[in-house]
Structure formats: structure tokens, C-alpha cells
């Protein structure tokens, strides 16, 4: 069982930065890989990025690379989202979640966190 808070979310100008964090409970953590999805209103929840349990192997949708990166510190228990150069169409709910693969497809992940909203004022 792995529990996930996210936190950092906030209301933030166009081309601002935030940086989400995920916390997650239980020993096993550092065996997951660690993705972040997010949903915007009206539309279906969509992948963001992932980071892989072995070997720190990232990927991101097209739409953020080059303005989000993904970490990990596993002797924190903690992802993190960092996000820059914001605009209106990153505006989400945005959830973590941890997955035994390395994957983009929601199904596919265990457990999820409870989101954290992000805002983007243009």
C-alpha cells in the first residue's frame, strides 16, 4: 500500500513557475516509477510526465517538454514537478501516482494521490 499527498498547487500568472511535490508513505516507493497526470475541467485526465523507478529515465508529453522536469528523492519519499514558462492550458487538477511500470496509460498505475489544482491566469 503506498499513500500519495500532493501539495503545491496555487493560482499563478502566466509565465510563472510552480513546483508540485508528491509525498508518498510505505518502504516501497523507491520500487515505483512515479508519474503525474492532470484534468482540466470539461476534459479527460491526461499524462504529463514520468519518472522510472531504476534508473531515473524521464519522458514527458510533448505540450511540456522543455518546461516541466520531473525529480525524484527517494530518501524523502518525494517527486517533484517543476514547472515553468506556465500558460492558460496547463490550468488542472494535477495527480501523482506510482505504477511497477513505464507507462503513460492511467490504468496501468496503482495508486493515485488526491490532486492539487494549478491555475494559470493569462
Known amino acids: 500500500q503506498v499513500q500519495l499527498v500532493e501539495s503545491g498547487g496555487g493560482l499563478v500568472q502566466a509565465g510563472g513557475s510552480l513546483r508540485l511535490s508528491c509525498l508518498a508513505s510505505g518502504r516501497t516507493f523507491s520500487t515505483y516509477s512515479v508519474g503525474w497526470f492532470r484534468q482540466a475541467p470539461g476534459k479527460e485526465r491526461e499524462f504529463v510526465t514520468i519518472i522510472r523507478a531504476s534508473d531515473g529515465q524521464t519522458y514527458y508529453r510533448d505540450s511540456v517538454r522543455g518546461r516541466f522536469t520531473i525529480s525524484r528523492d527517494n530518501a524523502k519519499n518525494t517527486v517533484y514537478l517543476q514547472m515553468n514558462n506556465l500558460n492558460a492550458e496547463d490550468t488542472a487538477v494535477y495527480y501523482c501516482?506510482?505504477?511497477?511500470?513505464?507507462?503513460?496509460?492511467?490504468?496501468?498505475?496503482?495508486?493515485w494521490g488526491q490532486g492539487t489544482q494549478v491555475t494559470v491566469s493569462s
Open positions: 501516482a506510482v505504477t511497477r511500470y513505464y507507462t503513460v496509460e492511467a490504468g496501468d498505475y496503482d495508486y
